[in-house]
């Protein structure tokens, strides 16, 4: 096991905060890892999305994932500070042994390539509909 361990711990902010303050969320823990002289790898913010059960009477939340290379002792102090905070309604920290994690690209250049792609798909859908519906009715012509 030459590799050394890193760790992703993920949490759920609640939905009503602004933007500002998820940012505001991102750039504390990430300080916080990096004072106790932890290397901080990812941190991406995952959105906004519905949670499977209600959590203090809230049905969504704000997704954020922190990926993070140290020794274990980080933990602590991190989950601390979440626990401490009104903003975060659940954490979890989980240890990965596989190779580090490669930060996702979040430019909006991507994102028109996705509305192509999907453009493209769809009326090769349309085509492969098409024959099924002539079958049909060349079915009940007979």
Known sequence: ???????????????????????????????????????????????????????AKHKEGI???????GDGQQIAILEKAMRLSEDVIRYLTVKQDGPLPTPKSTSKDDEPKKSETEEAIKPTEDKTESPSKDEKKEDSKE
């Open 63 to 69: 997704y954020v994932q922190l990926s993070h290379k």
């Open 1 to 55: 096991m030459s590799e050394k361990p890193y760790y992703e711990t993920m949490y759920i902010l609640r939905p009503d905060i602004p933007e500002e303050e998820v940012d505001n969320h991102l750039k504390k823990y990430s300080e916080i890892l990096e004072k106790s002289g932890t290397e901080v790898l990812d941190s991406q913010m995952r959105g906004k999305r519905r949670l499977a059960y209600p959590i």
